[in-house]
C-alpha cells in the first residue's frame, strides 16, 4: 500500500522540527509547500497532525505556527475528566426554550486546556438547584438520577467561540471526549462534551487487571 503524500510530508517535516528549538516560528504553509514541492492541502493536513500530536503550536491573529516547547503535558484521568473533578474556571449557564447549558473553561496551572459544555433537556429546577461549585456529574446523578452512558472519545476541529478560549486558531484539532446522560425511564437528558488541546493535555485510560478495572 502507497505511503499517503501528506505522511510522507509530515515525516519531513518532523525531520525540520529535530533541528528547532521550542518557540521557534516555523515556516508557512506556501514555503513549506514550495520546499517540499506538494500542494498546500497536503502541508496542512500535515500540520494538523502535528499540531493534534502537540508537536506544533498554533497562535491566534498573525502570532502563526511555533514549535512547542518541550515539557509534560497535563495527564488526565478520563474518569477524572467526565466526572468533572478537574479545575476550572468562567463557568456559565444559560437557558433557551427548554434546553440549559453548562459551559466552564478546564484549566491547569492557570493555562487553558479545555472547554466542557453540556446541553440538559427538560431538567426542571436545574437554574436555582445548581451549585457551580459541586461537580456537575455529581449533582445531576443525585438530584435527577442521571446514567451516564460510555465516553466516547474522537477529535474535533475548535469552533471560533472555543478557540477563543483555548486561545489558539478556529478550526485547530482537538481531543474531544462526548457521553450522553439518561433519567430513570432512559430518555435522554443530557448531552455533555469535552475538548481538549492534544498539546497540553493527555488522556489516561483505566488499567485491566485480570476481572478489575483499576
Partial sequence: MPVPRYYQAKTRLLDLLDDLPGHTPFPPER?????????????????????????LLRGTGRQGTTVAPPGQPHRIALHALTADQLPRERTTTSTRNDVTTVESVLVHLDDPI??????????????????PGTPL?????????????EPRCTTALATPRVASLLNVR?????????????????????????????????????????????
Avoid: C, M, N
Fill in 31 to 55: 514555503a513549506l509547500s514550495d520546499l517540499l514541492r506538494v500542494s498546500r492541502s497536503t502541508i496542512r493536513k500535515a500540520l494538523d497532525e502535528l499540531v493534534l500530536e502537540g508537536r
Fill in 170 to 214: 478556529p478550526a485547530t484539532p482537538l481531543l474531544a471526549v462526548s457521553w450522553l446522560g439518561h433519567d430513570t425511564t432512559g430518555a435522554t437528558r443530557e448531552l455533555s462534551r469535552v475538548v481538549l488541546r492534544s498539546d497540553r493535555a493527555h488522556l489516561t485510560l483505566p488499567q485491566v487487571r485480570g476481572d478489575q478495572i483499576v
Fill in 137 to 149: 456529574r455529581e449533582f445531576l446523578a443525585t438530584a435527577y438520577r442521571l446514567r451516564q452512558s
Fill in 114 to 131: 479545555g472547554v466542557r459544555q453540556t446541553h440538559l433537556h427538560a431538567l426542571p429546577g436545574f437554574a436555582t438547584r445548581y451549585d
